[in-house]
T-cell receptor, first 116, second 115 residues
């Protein structure tokens, strides 16, 4: 069965430092992977996706993610964190990537806290 | 506002009442997904609909929950005879197509509280 794991409940980073939010996945076939961010009392905002091609995917707000097939990982990264990046981050995998339909399977989320 | 619109944002019901949650997808989107988020947890898939059709309801509880997406109007998630355990945030998402590479765009959710 497809699954997503975010091993860290919380990540603390100082402003200006690089940040990494980890995600590993388990899926049969080729994975379609997504990162979303959620601010308090809001819905999820799409950041970036990996479908195929380059392993390094660039997304919104300076975020990027690196797909590593051998490690089945899709870690979210940013070279220099901002206080405004503090939010809840979700990794997701498409359940049926090869088909014409399929819901998203989400990790439990990682709370990112960026301190000034 | 061309985004996914959900209403109401907050809904309070007493045990045994019915809850109706509405979702208008982004303009041009005909695929709608409903998810439930419990505190401190990720989103759990409930149901996937296209216009007038339920495509996948594998995440829906077998009783009391139903969903529709009529030809005209918003998608509705209906919960009958609500219980305390139904308290959660319910999110709707839409996409242009059901293809695997299409991101889903989310509304701000309806926070359901059961007294």
């Amino acid at each position: 069965a497809q699954s997503v794991a975010q091993p860290e409940d919380q990540v603390n980073v100082a402003e200006g430092n690089p940040l990494t939010v980890k995600c590993t996945y388990s899926v049969s076939g080729n994975p379609y992977l997504f990162w979303y961010v959620q601010y308090p009392n809001r819905g999820l905002q799409f950041l970036l996706k990996y479908i195929t091609g380059d392993n390094l995917v660039k997304g919104s707000y300076g975020f990027e993610a690196e797909f590593n097939k051998s490690q089945t990982s899709f870690h979210l990264k940013k070279p220099s964190a901002l206080v405004s990046d503090s939010a809840l981050y979700f990794c997701a995998v498409r359940e049926n990537p090869e088909g014409s339909q399929g819901n998203l399977i989400f990790g439990k989320g990682t709370k990112l806290s960026v301190k000034p | 506002n061309a985004g996914v619109m959900q209403n109401p944002r907050h809904l309070v019901r007493r045990r045994g009442q019915e809850a109706r949650l509405r979702c208008s997808p982004m303009k041009g989107h005909s695929h709608v997904y409903w998810y439930r988020q419990l505190p401190e947890e990720g989103l759990k898939f409930m149901v996937y609909l296209q216009k007038e059709n339920i495509i996948d309801e594998s995440g829906m509880p077998k009783e009391r929950f139903s969903a529709e997406f009529p030809k005209e109007g918003p998608s509705i998630l209906r919960i009958q005879q609500v219980v305390r355990g139904d308290s959660a945030a319910y999110f709707c998402a839409s996409s242009f197509s059901g293809g695997g590479n299409q991101p889903q765009h989310f509304g701000d959710g309806t926070r359901l509280s059961i007294l």
